[in-house]
């Protein structure tokens, strides 16, 4: 088994339960699973690289959107094994959930990645289709554009969110526009930036909103598993 630190909170996730004791340390927005006791690094986005490399771990796990590629690279000239990850949709992340898994020396593989697999597998054909935007930010408002996980997450769940095909992944988007482009619904996720029922949903007044979980929309990991199920009933009931 390797001595692995994780940059990203869902591979932490994914190592922490497959792998228990492999992780020698994570960043500090790594708060699953619950408890998890190891050494923390910073953040994702400004790792304490000195210190990680004095943990002498034999990999450090990160990935192409969650981190900077200057921080990945002083690891690298430290001497320290780097495996970026790239997620982009459900299937490609199933794949890059096995590769850091093998990496950090699991034996075949876990029997949530199997569980989740199914899941989305088994996911019916959606009886109707509904638009949305998605936004991940405020001040200044940013939605999800496109090729990301998340947008796939929900096309697979039957909705089709506005800005898939625009020219950047994370667009900025004055609220006005988002408002004037009436989707179906608002989905309003809890991460990176915290939508709450106080914070977001007033900006979308007359719009249904749905508020989600963002280890759901946007983490691969064990979570992958029930994602389905718990958003699927969250958009539900912002139609009722």
């Known amino acids: 088994m390797a001595r692995v630190v994780s940059l990203v909170p869902s591979l932490t ?3 922490a339960v497959t792998l228990p004791g492999a992780l020698a340390g994570a960043t500090d927005w790594c708060a699953r699973p ?29 990935n192409e959107e969650e981190n900077r590629a200057a921080d990945l690279d002083a690891l690298r000239a430290a001497g320290v094994e780097v495996l970026v990850t790239e997620v982009r949709d459900v299937p490609q992340a199933f794949r890059e959930l096995a590769r850091v ?18 899941a989305w597998s088994a996911l019916p054909v959606p009886e109707r289709r509904t638009t949305a935007v998605v936004p991940v930010w405020r001040r200044p408002w940013m939605v999800l554009g496109r090729d990301t996980f998340a947008g796939d997450v929900l096309a697979r769940l039957g909705v089709d969110h506005l800005y898939a095909r625009h020219a950047e992944r994370y667009p900025r988007v004055p609220v006005e526009e988002l408002r004037a482009a009436a989707p179906d619904v608002v989905v309003l996720p809890d991460e990176p930036y915290r939508f709450t029922a106080a914070d977001g949903p007033k900006a979308f007044a007359g719009l249904p909103c749905a508020l989600v979980s963002g280890r759901h929309l946007t983490w691969y990991g064990p979570s992958l598993a029930e994602a389905p199920r718990v958003l699927g009933e969250a958009l539900r009931a912002a139609h009722r």
């Not at 619950?34 to 990160?62: C, F, H, S």
């Open 34 to 62: 619950v408890g998890l006791d190891v050494v923390r690094v910073g953040g994702t986005k400004n790792p304490r690289t000195g210190e990680i490399a004095a943990l002498a771990p034999d990999l450090v796990i990160a």
């Open 101 to 118: 898994l093998a990496a950090c020396g699991a034996v075949g593989r876990p029997r949530w990645l199997d569980e989740a697999e199914a």
């Open 13 to 15: 996730e994914a190592v």
